[in-house]
């Protein structure tokens, strides 16, 4: 009966820290090169459907997009990626050119000819 137990009590402690595993997770801060509501909608949108991210908020003042995700099921280069592939730099990651001659001017960096103020 001791042994059938400890076996039971051995398997609730695995269970207990393996769930603690799976809930653990990370965050992370990427400037990003957003300009207006669009763009935190879009960034916002993307990362809600990348696999792993938990939560993503996009900050306008500083450009900061902060991401809490689970480490076991995306990397910080897949999020950067995801960033990209919607038009906007992500740190030293720049945009993909197709999805960022697709942005709206106001979404464009100021730098650009084509970017205009709302």
């Known amino acids: 009966m001791k042994k059938i137990l400890s076996i039971v009590a051995m398997i609730a402690v695995f269970s207990v820290s393996m769930a603690a595993a799976q809930k653990k997770t990370e965050e992370i801060k990427i400037k990003t090169s957003a300009q207006c509501e669009m763009c935190k909608t879009r960034i916002e949108t993307a990362m809600a459907y990348e696999k792993g991210v938990v939560n993503s908020d996009l900050n306008l003042v500083d450009k900061v997009l902060t991401v809490t995700y689970k480490?076991?099921?995306?990397?910080?280069?897949?999020?950067?990626?995801?960033?990209?592939?919607?038009?906007?730099?992500?740190?030293?990651?720049?945009?993909?050119?197709?999805?960022?001659?697709?942005?709206?001017?106001c979404c464009k960096k100021p730098d650009d000819p084509d970017h205009v103020d709302h």
């Open 71 to 105: 480490p076991g099921k995306t990397t910080p280069e897949k999020i950067r990626k995801a960033i990209n592939a919607v038009g906007y730099d992500a740190d030293e990651t720049l945009a993909d050119p197709k999805a960022y001659a697709a942005l709206s001017p």
